[in-house]
């Protein structure tokens, strides 16, 4: 895979390349400046990702467990009463026939026991034996029934959850080896933004100055209020201060607006000025196709990135699932992002030799993708009721009944039911 880049000149922009070989390279550069690994206390490695493969310590179950509340025998009954063990307990052996002892859930199956025979199916006789017959399916866990050992139970670049959580838990773990959230930051180009009250006479609200933020989240990025600059004033020094500033603490910096070559369009030549190099430097894909990752190198030999989002809302939207989503994965050492597959419901035209990102919804019931409405680059309505955008190959058009990839947005569960 290819991960060659191309100093960033301040002119105009190369030929686009292909949508898929754009998601592939950015991935590829992620990948190959991953961020450091640390070892976490499990209760801080939600949305981190391991570094390192996750095995057990110990079998699991560790000792032989007993699943029900009864009587662990030995041999045939009625049985003699000869302890307890509760869980947590470590009991001696059974060794003789006919002997038994009260167990707990969860307590450790003493060596010898024979069968564990439920409480509720269980009597005891007038002079204190037990009787009963247990049943003929085991009623405890053997160790290594879930794992052995020293088995891999995930691969390094998981992304890690609650689940993973608990599961490394119950393996004997303490920390775990994460790559940590990378940071970004958000620069907010545009001297005609406002960032209060309703637009008008020329001026726009800046759309994506408070949402951008919390998708960059959503992907796994630390980023806080005070990482959010902008409106950044319409001049070449002034772009190039404020890249420079969020370089510095930031392994993403993602910029809106300016990334095409109009009279106070300066993210090229600010590139040029701070000697970074494109990763991809526009994209055959429409909406958004001006989007760009570029490279610069620290003081300390590590790759940062900047990220051009165009200016248009929806266009900004599609540069972030098309490039920042599997920017972000590689740097935090995840494989290139899958997309699923849905059945399109209606038509869905092409656009000729560029991949086409269309909104859709997806058919609760169904499955289906629907394209919705208002979805021109500068609008976000459509964006409100999708679930993600469809993928209309080049050359193609989607017809209904077609099986296309969807690029999902990065909800939550319940965020699109109704
Ligand atoms: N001569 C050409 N002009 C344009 C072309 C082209 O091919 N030839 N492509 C158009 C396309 S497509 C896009 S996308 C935009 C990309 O432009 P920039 O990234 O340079 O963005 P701006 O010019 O700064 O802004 C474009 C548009 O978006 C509005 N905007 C910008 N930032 C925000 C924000 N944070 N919130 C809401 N709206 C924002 C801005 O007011 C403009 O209306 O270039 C086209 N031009
Ligand atoms: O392609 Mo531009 O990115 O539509 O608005």
Redesign the pocket.
Known sequence: MSTKTAPATGRAAAPPIGWDEARSRVHAAGLAAALPVAARPLADTDGHTLAAPLTTRTDLPAFPTSSVDGWAVRGAGPWRVVGRVLAGGTPPPLTEDGTTVEIATGAMVPEGATAVLRVEESERTTDDRVTGTPRSTPEWRKPGEEAYAGEELLPAGTPIDPAVIGLAASCGLDTLPVRRAPRAALLVFGDELLTAGPPGAGRVRDALGPSVPAWLRRYGCAVGADDVTGPVVDTLPAHVDALRAALDTADLVCTTGGTMHGPVDHLHPALAALDADYVVNTVAV??????LVARVTGADGRARFVAGL?G?P??AI?ALVSLVAPLVAGLQGRSLPALPEVTLGEAVPGRGDFTHLALVRVDEVDGTAHPVRHVG??MLRGLARAAGFAVIRPGTTGEPGARVPLVPLPLLAGERAR
Do not use: D, L, T
């Open positions: 429409r909406p958004g196709f001006p989007m165009p248009n929806q266009s599609v680059s500068a």
